[in-house]
């Protein structure tokens, strides 16, 4: 078997230069999606230069660090295999019927509360929930985890004045819907962006992840039945354990034909 240079690897966890990092991060995220399943070879290292327009060198820095992590296996003579892993638990949400969902996903997990502050939000943040500038928010942070995973990381901004009818503790222990609605806010409706980024160094270390692994990044502004911002939530997530569905349907005629989503009956009393 061939041992990995422990001088490639930064502590970071990702091989040394740009490159090689790119090149891990491609097939990393690659096996994880079933591109290369297990068991299976990987192309050999003069193939995947030639792929990625990288040198050999970059490609056995990234791969060395890759049988490191147990992602594969290399054997003299055999190749690079991709090994068995563990699937970690996993979660989905329909996006047409996220907010329902959301409330639910907050009583089937558990959460770790990292920090919990007032004070004056980010400026974005306050812009997008159009709120004085003056106007205190409360700010916590929490992981949400499910089997022991952590899957996701969230951050939410809600105004003091609605905050401050919950306590810290609560919070650690309660979604914070819940919360929301004893506070007596009636939410109305949500507008939503789903992106991509890559892991920061605090939030791969909470997240079990190398720093510059694909995330899912959602936000979230919330607004009350008479249009007040009452929550603005970041949220990273882990892409190989939550996942966002939507399913369609083609209706119309002729030159109006369109896809719209399909909200089930069930969902759509769950959503009222």
């Not at 089937?108 to 509360?113: A, G, I």
Request: some cysteine.
């Amino acid at each position: 078997m061939v041992h990995s240079e422990q001088h490639n690897k930064t502590s970071s966890g990702l091989p040394e230069g740009g490159k090689a990092r790119r090149v891990y991060l491609h097939l990393k995220e690659e096996i994880a999606r079933g591109v290369y399943a297990e068991g299976s070879v990987l192309p050999g290292e003069q193939k995947l230069a030639i792929a990625f327009e990288v040198s050999r060198v970059t490609i056995r820095r990234a791969l060395d660090v890759l049988a490191e992590d147990g992602v594969i296996e290399r054997r003299a003579g055999a190749g690079t295999r991709v090994c068995k892993r563990d699937e970690p638990p996993a979660m989905a949400a329909d996006f047409t019927t996220l907010m329902p969902q959301v409330v639910q996903m907050g009583q089937s997990t558990s959460v770790r509360l990292l920090s919990f502050q007032y004070g004056l939000p980010p400026a974005f943040v306050g812009r997008a929930m159009e709120i004085d500038p003056d106007v205190r928010v409360q700010t916590a942070v929490r992981l949400r985890v499910v089997e022991g995973q952590a899957f996701s990381h969230l951050t939410t901004h809600v105004p003091e004045e609605i905050a401050q009818n919950y306590s810290e503790s609560e919070l650690a222990t309660t979604p914070l819907y819940e919360l929301l609605e004893r506070s007596g806010v009636k939410v109305e409706t949500a507008h939503q962006t789903v992106t991509a980024t890559l892991a920061s160094p605090d939030v791969a270390e909470l997240l079990g992840l190398s720093v510059g692994a694909p995330l899912l990044a959602l936000d979230r502004v919330v607004r009350d039945a008479q249009g007040r911002g009452v929550e603005y939530l970041s949220a990273l997530y882990r892409p190989d354990m939550f996942r966002l569905e939507m399913s369609l349907s083609h209706v119309g005629a002729g030159d109006a034909r369109h896809w719209e989503p399909v909200i089930e009956p069930s969902r759509r009393e769950a959503a009222e």
